[in-house]
Each structure stands twice: as C-alpha cells, then as structure tokens.
C-alpha cells in the first residue's frame, strides 16, 4: 500500500515511488476519469490567500469531476480576517466535516507546523518564495508528456530562465527533476540568481549567459518577475528591470538566431513584452496553456490519492 502524506507542503514529502504513481494514475484519469469517482463525496476546500487564476480553479475542477463537494473559503469574509488564528480555521473546518484544505500563502512555513497530523489533510497550492510542489508536479507530467514518456526525459536539459530567487515554482522544480535525471541551468540577472549556487547542486549550473544556456537546452522554462516580493526601494533594482526583456527575456527571433525552436513552458501568469514576447507566446512552442490543461488530470491524481489515504 502506497504510503501518502497528509500534508502535501514539499516536493520532499514524496517519494521517487509516490512520484511515479501520480504520473501514472494523471495518465488513466487522463483516458478513464469515470473510474476515479469518489462515492463518499468528501468536502474540499481551498483557501487563497494571495491571487491565483490557474491553482485555484485547477483545483476546483479537478475536485469536482471527482465527484467532490467542493467549497472556496473567501479569505476576505472569513473569520480569519476576525483574528482568529490558522489553527482554529482548520479545527472549525474539520467539525464541520471538510476533508482536505488546498492553501496558497505568501508566508514561507504556514504549514510547517501542521507536517504531522494536520487537524484535515493539506496541501500547499504554493507558499511565499519557498515551493509549489503541485504546480512542479504538473510540470514534469506535461515534459514527459511531451517527450513521449518520462524515460526520455533522462539526460535533457531544461533552462530556467528570470526570477528564480523569489519563485516557489522554481524551488520545487529544482528538487523534482533532477529526480528523474533532468539537468537545469539557472540563468538570469545576478540579483534572481543570488544564492542559488550555495542552495541547490545536484545536476544544477548556473549560465548567466541567456544564449548559451538556450543553446545547452531542450527545454526553456520561464518565470515571471515576482515584484510583490522585490523591495521597491531598491532602485537600482528597478533600473536594471527597464531593459529586462532586451537582456533576459525570449522571442521568437531570438530562438530563430539560435536555431533552437524547442518548447517553451511558463507557469503562468505570463507577463508579455517582459520575460516573454506576443509573437512568441502565440507561436506552437508555448506549452503553458498545455500545462495548464495537463493540471487537472495530475491534480484529480494528488487529491484521489490523498482522499483515499
Ligand atoms: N502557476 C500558478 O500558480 O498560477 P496562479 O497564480 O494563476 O495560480
């Protein structure tokens, strides 16, 4: 029997075995969603406490076409906004019978104290700079996906391209795919790669240099600028971003000088004429409305397993 969390907060919460299950099972919900009913109907619920279009509604659909109650708690009209403290939400939401609870949080450890016997099940719809495990999950299923089967994603390398200090999404990716012998390069300005050699090794590099690492690569993976997190007094900081997409941003052209038309995934949200220009978001080799596609057949897989857990 497949041992899974309670609480979903990591990448690190799941085994290499647990893993394979999910892309597994993402695929048969994939072909066969009418098997994967959940008869006793439990109660999900998600509470965002930061925007989101495509974490939250994922989740409600794939809660949902399991045949789950599905309930969104507005965190503006909670009693959260009351004073009354996370711990007390969970407790009052599992008297009133909810089973599991998806959160999004700008603070880093919001579930860390709820790792080992949560008061309902959790999962971490991404928390502060520190991971998005889910989001990283749904990312290696639309690459395998992409290559035919996660066997021929062994030795390819994919360049994570922007801001990887404040990205959750690159946090998570950077421990999941170099599981499943993925190599990353790192590349962006210096202030996105700060610490990032000291932090991550294994089958990790860093190339400041946005060609070469396009050229080293199968894959691009780009990040939006997390301004919510950058200190906007930093001027200097602001200066530098003026020029971003002329210096670290990807077009169609430029993949054309380089003769690398490869996929190109983004997280989303995209924010174009930045990190990303019109022509080439339009273009076949962007694959983020792919991932966000491919996000409800990995997510009906997390929750299946976990409200059967
Ligand atoms: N990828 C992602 O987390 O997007 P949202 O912020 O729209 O949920």
Partial sequence: MLSFPSTLNSIDDLSNETILYL???????????????????????????????RTKNSFAISALKLNAHYIDINPETSSLK?????????????AQGFELLIIRSSLNDQLSPFSINPPIKLINGGDGTREHPTQALLDLFTLSKTVGGLEH??????????DIFHSRVAKSLIKLLPQFGINII??????????AENDFSKNIT?????SKAILQSDFIYLL????????????SFSIRLKNYHENFGINLALLKSLNKKIPVFHP?????GIEIDDELIKSSLYLGHTQVQLSIPMRMAILHTMLKS
């Fill in 186 to 195: 790192l590349t962006g300005p210096d202030e996105f790669l700060n610490n």
């Fill in 82 to 94: 009351k004073g009354e403290n996370f711990e007390e939400t969970l407790l009052t939401l599992k």
């Fill in 206 to 210: 860093i190339e400041k240099d946005r």
């Fill in 224 to 235: 939006r600028i997390q301004e919510e997190r950058i200190n906007k007094s930093d001027k």
């Fill in 268 to 272: 989303g949200p995209a924010n174009i």
């Fill in 23 to 53: 892309l597994d099972k993402a695929l048969q919900i994939q072909h066969n969603p009418e098997l994967f009913q959940l008869k006793n109907r439990p109660f999900v619920s998600t509470l965002f406490l930061e925007n989101s279009t």
């Fill in 153 to 162: 994603l062994k030795n390819k390398t994919i360049s994570i391209h922007g």
